[in-house]
């Protein structure tokens, strides 16, 4: 039998005690209890200790019991701060009255009647105040300590005190434990690791080597790392530079103008509703040029559109907004570049006024990308989406006709996703003249728009999109680095 050091040094120690408490043998061993009860345990598997494991439960006061500690129970306190009687009216100026009337009245220490509090004689402690008087004296109350334990039950229905529950460990030896001890334990220092002079001399073979138990799994080491949706966002970005895209950004926080007029959204029409939005106070002057972006939705401007006919007005695109889409930054884009080829793109955070559920949240992520070439058509649109979604592992894609008010045609991407089937992920389209014309864009804008939290949550094997964004550490933890790659 090879006893670990530990466990010897418990039986030479218990070898003149017999039988003693964890607490106590800790401090003998000059180690933590939870030490001593693992190399009780080691050494109870082998019959040379036994371990008994005691459960105690006790009564301590909660805070705001403590707060009436040494004072008495609140409605002795009060019962106590007048004479016979007094007007109830003056009672309720004592700070704990709310507490205390109700109490005095239940135990009928009081009547009151025409405004008046009066006495009643039968002022007794009960049992809830004998075992308060108890605890105020002793900090705690130990569980049968109290013959009828109702008091105890009293104060701990009314939040004052709390039950707590103390484990304890005997560790006695046992006559195999004796026997062993008497036949002499070699108590001398095992060896961890060796040294060079030990190996070269032949130290070692003479050293007590400490055992190790090559079949037992280590405890498990969790290394700092990003976040599992933080990495697929960066994998995102970098199948989009790999693709030749360039990275755009801009402030969460934008104008209607640039969130929705320049995108040819009506003004007075439930498109502009199609989106919920956080509207807010704060105004931003329109770009120069606005008018002809004005012009386009008033009546189609130099082209041939009609436009959306009324009063555009000026006031309602300087009402700032939380962006609810990141394609507003791709207009401003464009705006700022308008010689091809563009091709750019960014991931954001964008906000809606959605009733949130397990696949829908006010804020979420958007994948937005642009590419603006002479020529370009809606056979690349299709074949980048195609291209992006199979380097991110969706291997099926299709597309269906879809409708927003700045592209034409439009249409909305799906994957298939094994046991959901085809899962819808996004908008695009190649943007209508009315939007590119007012703005001196001369080339065909190929544009999509794609929520990429509903991706992640396809790829981390999620249910509820919510999961992304708590900080559940455990699930950080398990989630592999290389994981999540369907
Ligand atoms: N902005 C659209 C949305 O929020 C997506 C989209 C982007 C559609 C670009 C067409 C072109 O869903």
Same mark, same amino acid.
């Given at each position: 039998m ?10 030479v120690?218990l070898g ?8 106590v043998?800790?401090? /003998? ?7 001593v009860?693992?190399?009780a345990?080691l050494?109870?598997d082998?019959? !040379? ?7 105690a439960?006790r009564?301590v ?5 403590? %707060?009436?500690?040494?004072? +008495?129970?609140p ?13 109830m009216?003056d009672?309720?100026?004592? =700070?704990?009255?709310?507490i &205390?009337?109700?109490?005095m009245?239940?135990?009928g ?8 509090v009066?006495k009643t004689?039968k002022?007794a ?5 004998? &075992? ?36 304890a460990?005997?560790? *006695?030896i046992?006559?195999r434990?004796r026997e062993l001890?008497s036949?002499g334990?070699d108590?001398r220092?095992?060896?961890?690791t ?13 050293l ?12 498990? #080491?969790?290394?700092?790392k990003?976040?599992?949706y933080?990495?697929i ?17 801009g402030?969460i926080v ?9 995108l ?10 199609m989106q ?10 329109? =770009? /120069? ?9 008033e009546h189609?401007?130099?082209? *041939?559109?009609?436009g959306? +006919?009324?009063?555009? *007005? %000026? ?10 889409h990141?394609?507003?930054?791709s ?9 091809? =080829? ?9 906000y809606r006024?959605? #009733?949130i559920d397990?696949?829908? !949240?006010a ?7 642009i ?15 195609k291209?992006f ?5 969706f ?5 269906r =006709? ?5 592209t034409?045609p439009?249409?909305?991407?799906e ?12 908008g695009?389209?190649i ?10 864009i ?13 991706v ?9 999109l ?14 592999p ?6």
């Amino acid at each position: 039998m090879e006893l670990t050091l530990n466990e010897k040094r418990l039986l030479v120690v218990l070898g003149t005690m017999g039988s003693a408490d964890a607490a106590v043998l800790a401090e /003998k061993m000059d180690t933590r209890r939870e030490a001593v009860v693992q190399y009780a345990n080691l050494a109870g598997d082998r019959g !040379l200790v036994d371990v008994e494991k005691h459960v105690a439960r006790r009564y301590v006061p909660t805070e705001e019991g403590r %707060a009436y500690m040494g004072k +008495g129970l609140p409605e002795r306190q009060v019962l106590e701060s007048f004479e016979e009687s007094i007007p109830m009216r003056d009672l309720q100026g004592h =700070p704990l009255a709310k507490i &205390a009337i109700g109490w005095m009245r239940k135990k009928g220490w009081i009547a009151i009647t025409g405004g008046v509090v009066t006495k009643t004689g039968k002022t007794a402690p009960g049992p809830d105040e004998a &075992a308060f008087a108890r605890l105020a004296e002793s900090g705690e109350i130990a569980d049968g300590e109290i013959a009828d334990g109702e008091g105890v039950a009293d104060l701990a229905k009314r939040g004052l005190v709390e039950e707590e529950e103390t484990v304890a460990y005997t560790v *006695s030896i046992t006559a195999r434990g004796r026997e062993l001890l008497s036949q002499g334990l070699d108590l001398r220092e095992e060896a961890g690791t060796l040294t060079r002079e030990q190996i070269l001399s032949g130290e070692w073979k003479s050293l007590p080597l400490r055992r190790y138990d090559v079949t037992k799994l280590p405890k498990r #080491a969790y290394p700092g790392k990003t976040h599992p949706y933080q990495r697929i966002i960066d994998e995102m970005r970098r199948i989009l530079f790999d693709m030749g895209f360039e990275e755009m950004s801009g402030g969460i926080v934008q104008s209607s103008f640039w969130n929705f007029d320049a995108l040819f959204q009506p003004q007075d029409h439930p498109a502009r509703e199609m989106q919920d939005t956080f509207f807010l106070g704060e105004r931003r002057p329109l =770009p /120069k040029g606005y008018e002809r972006v004005r012009d386009m939705h008033e009546h189609g401007g130099e082209t *041939s559109s009609t436009g959306w +006919g009324g009063t555009w *007005s %000026a006031e309602k695109a300087e009402q700032c907004v939380l962006r609810t889409h990141t394609t507003g930054l791709s207009i401003q884009h464009l705006t700022q570049h308008p010689n091809p =080829p563009v091709k750019a793109f960014c991931i954001g955070r964008v906000y809606r006024r959605e #009733a949130i559920d397990p696949t829908h !949240l006010a804020e979420f992520e958007q994948l937005e990308g642009i590419v603006m070439d002479e020529d370009v058509n809606l056979r690349h649109l299709l074949g980048f989406l195609k291209e992006f979604y199979a380097k991110m592992g969706f291997e099926k894609v299709r597309f269906r =006709p879809g409708y927003f008010p700045y592209t034409e045609p439009s249409v909305e991407p799906e994957v298939y996703v094994d046991g959901l089937g085809w899962v819808e992920l996004g908008g695009s389209g190649i943007f209508r003249q009315e939007v590119t014309e007012p703005l001196g864009i001369e080339h065909p804008v190929l544009a999509w728009g794609l929520g990429i939290s509903r991706v992640a949550m396809l790829r981390l094997g999620l249910r509820d999109l919510r999961h992304l964004y708590r900080s559940d550490i455990e699930w950080i933890r398990e989630t592999p680095v290389y994981g999540g790659r369907r």
